[in-house]
């Protein structure tokens, strides 16, 4: 048996995952651990790693860049922390318009290169009640790290308009502000398959020797 095996075997016995009727491993929800912005405001004062550079994100970079950069004149980014992504993606790519939603105090760090002409704009609140008329304009939506820590994931992805592309990262292990996590790619395929297609096939980011996050992009049905 693998070490991943006898980790799921773990998470199983804690209850923490199930197997569903197609013997797949899903996590099971946790609702009250969606957190509000004060909580977020606390975590980045006790640490600045937070800023740092992810490891997954020269891979949401290059999906990006490889798969339909030319296409992006207007992209949305939900939950955008402290910019990083936001910073390399005006940079590589042409973008007419990047849209920041952040509502924790990292929104203040939200930049773009000097050079760039494009059109930044961030907003320090939640993206939740965004309607379909506010979305549609959008060619490509960005969320990493997003909605393993919301409720209204299904909500929120239901209210885009179709051929919409979405590049995301979701983890694969829980945590105490993880609503939902992703044990194993088939979780991903049951929670999203009658809104998303997932293209290409999910990568899994490791940190260290352990599988961490899963990343990939997604059309909208």
């Known amino acids: 048996m693998s070490t991943y095996e006898e980790l799921l075997d773990k998470y199983k016995d804690k209850g923490i995952i199930y197997k569903n ?28 790693s937070h800023m740092l550079t992810k490891k997954y994100e020269g891979t949401i970079l290059n ?3 490889n798969l339909i950069g030319s296409e992006i004149k207007n992209v949305l980014e939900i939950g955008a922390g402290f910019g990083n992504l936001a ?3 005006i940079d590589n790519i042409c973008v007419n318009t990047y849209c920041c939603y ?22 320090n609140k939640t993206f939740q009640y965004l309607t379909e008329k506010d979305l549609k304009e959008y060619q490509l939506i960005v969320a990493t790290e997003i909605f ?7 909500e929120f992805i239901s209210k885009l308009k179709r051929s919409t592309i979405l590049a995301v990262t979701i983890p694969t292990f829980p945590a105490k ?4 996590f992703f044990p194993v790619i088939e979780s991903i395929y049951c929670r999203y398959k009658n809104y998303l297609d997932i293209i290409p096939t999910p990568t899994c980011i490791k940190k260290g020797n352990k599988l961490r996050w899963w990343c990939f ?5």
Do not use: G, M, Q
């Not at 393993?148 to 299904?154: A, P, S």
């Not at 502000?177 to 939902?180: E, I, Y």
């Not at 992009?217 to 049905?221: N, Q, V, Y």
């Open 63 to 65: 999906l990006i860049t």
């Open 148 to 154: 393993e820590h919301i409720n209204w994931d299904l």
């Open 217 to 221: 992009l997604a059309r909208r049905k």
């Open 21 to 48: 009727n197609d013997n797949i491993y899903i996590s099971k929800e946790f609702p009250n651990k969606e957190e509000e912005a004060k909580s977020y405001n606390a975590i980045w004062k006790r640490s600045s």
């Open 102 to 123: 952040e509502f924790s105090n990292a929104y203040r760090y939200i930049k773009k290169p000097k050079k760039s002409t494009c059109n930044l704009k961030v907003y």
């Open 177 to 180: 502000n993880h609503v939902r």
């Open 87 to 89: 910073y390399s993606i």
